[in-house]
């Protein structure tokens, strides 16, 4: 059932970033066109940009934990033996959850604080970059968790690839 709901988060998350990236192609695109062609610029092109920027990152960042695809030097853990090795992989997906918390809280008050700061060109709330901050790093925080309780899993001896082959997926 959880690998269900993971399935269809992945799915949500792949559809959202997909049309975040043809979003910000075609309104970059037209900025393009617009500057050199007609000579002219929109004002709520680089605001626009600049949040799904933030958006993409994000759950990109959330869609390679899930994936166990982050971005980590373990060539000489990897070279520990099984028990010490897998001892590691759950101090690390302890510090990614601690510093995950850390800035859930700053995000989550960015995003009360700003909630009636607008941009300047689209007058939308500020607090829309720091909803996705925090959406991304909620969805890391729920997925290293899952990461976790499969470490957890392995250093007890049970088999867990079937659950990794269906997250990677």
């Known amino acids: 059932m959880v690998l269900k709901l993971i399935d269809k988060v992945k799915f949500l998350l792949r559809i959202l970033s997909c049309v975040t990236v043809c979003t910000l192609t075609i309104i970059i695109g037209i900025q393009v066109v617009n500057r050199y062609v007609f ?29 166990n695809s982050n971005t980590r030097i373990d060539f000489f853990i990897r070279k520990l033996p099984g028990p010490v090795y897998r001892g590691f992989e759950i101090l690390d997906d302890c510090i990614c959850i601690a510093f995950l918390l850390v800035i859930c809280r700053y995000a989550a008050k960015l995003v ?27 969805l890391m925080i729920i997925f290293y968790v899952l990461r976790l309780w499969i470490d957890v899993e392995k250093l007890r001896g049970r088999n867990m690839e079937y659950v990794e082959e269906e997250l990677s997926r």
């Open 112 to 138: 009360g604080t700003n909630l009636n700061a607008l941009s300047a060109a689209m007058k939308i709330p500020l607090s829309v970059n720091y909803v996705g901050v925090l959406s991304g790093c909620v």
């Open 39 to 67: 000579g002219t610029s929109f004002t709520w092109v680089e605001e626009l940009a600049g949040m799904a920027m933030v958006y993409i990152t994000y759950f990109g960042a959330a869609m390679a934990t899930i994936n």
